[in-house]
């Protein structure tokens, strides 16, 4: 029996170019996944601090003890090879329609009771110039509305940039929040683990609470840029998807406005 190849068929290149969004079911593997939640379950629990990348906390919210890993790449061999995947890097230049770089890699536990993040466009913090960012979202676990899964708004990947307002801070650890425009709303994505979606960076999107008493909602999120790019912001430290480094200048100014600059990247 021939096994049909995993990757980004023609129906899913039209739905990211009309829709801004896609998944690609199945990428990796249950094994895959398995390896990548125990790295990140060994890091938590050793309770360690490591600066720049992974600073738990004492406190009550369920995100002390669980905060997001961020550039997980640079203190983990596993993650590194997640991040360049070859089968990544496949989806990604049909969709860049050229090479891609990577900017940034991040891990989420979110584990059950954690807040969300309101409704957000990457590029609002990437900055990229010219052209856009694209994310590969690396699913962990089931995810779905329960949990806190995904929300995208279609169609906002063609409108550019917005500038949000000041979300919720009782639903979003994050403090910008984008409402759909007139006319479109928020969908979520349920995926299970090894699925991919891979989405737009000015595409607007966001996830509710973890309302769940025992459902993690653990996601690998890597960013990318096309080969082409020539400026992104300076948080952003861009390889080749053959793990080189390939530098960037920075990104001027604070875009349209006036608070892109986000020290800790987009969430």
Not at 201 to 217: A, C, E, K, W
Not at 247 to 257: D, F, H, Q, R
Request: one cysteine or more.
């Amino acid at each position: 029996m021939t096994v049909p190849e995993i990757g980004l068929t023609p129906a899913g290149l039209r739905q990211y170019e009309e829709d801004g969004f896609t998944v690609v079911r199945g990428l990796f593997g249950p094994d895959e996944v398995d390896r990548l939640r125990a790295e990140f379950a060994a890091l938590q629990a050793a309770g360690e601090p490591v600066p720049g990348h992974f600073e738990p906390r004492t406190g009550d919210d369920p995100l002390d003890r669980y905060p997001r890993v961020m550039h997980p790449h640079e203190i983990s061999p596993l993650a590194r090879q997640v991040l360049l995947d070859p089968r990544l890097g496949s989806v990604l230049e049909e969709l860049l329609g050229e090479e891609s770089l990577a900017a940034q890699s991040m891990f989420y536990f979110k584990p059950p009771g954690a807040r969300g993040q309101a409704l957000h466009q990457d590029n609002f913090y990437l900055r990229v110039e010219p052209g856009t960012c694209v994310a590969a979202w690396l699913a962990c676990d089931v995810i779905d509305r329960e949990n806190g899964g995904l929300e995208v708004v279609p169609g906002t990947h063609r409108m550019g940039l917005f500038c949000p307002e000041e979300a919720d801070a009782e639903v979003s650890f994050a403090r910008e929040y984008v409402a759909p425009p007139a006319g479109l709303s928020a969908v979520p994505v349920d995926l299970a683990p090894g699925d991919v979606l891979f989405f737009n960076g000015s595409l607007v999107h966001g996830s509710q609470p973890n309302r769940t008493v025992d459902r993690f909602r653990r996601s690998f999120i890597g960013h990318y840029v096309g080969r082409s790019a020539r400026r992104i912001g300076r948080y952003y430290r861009t390889l080749s998807m053959g793990g080189e480094r390939v530098p960037l200048a920075v990104s001027e100014g604070a875009g349209p406005c006036g608070t892109e600059f986000a020290p800790q990247g987009p969430h």
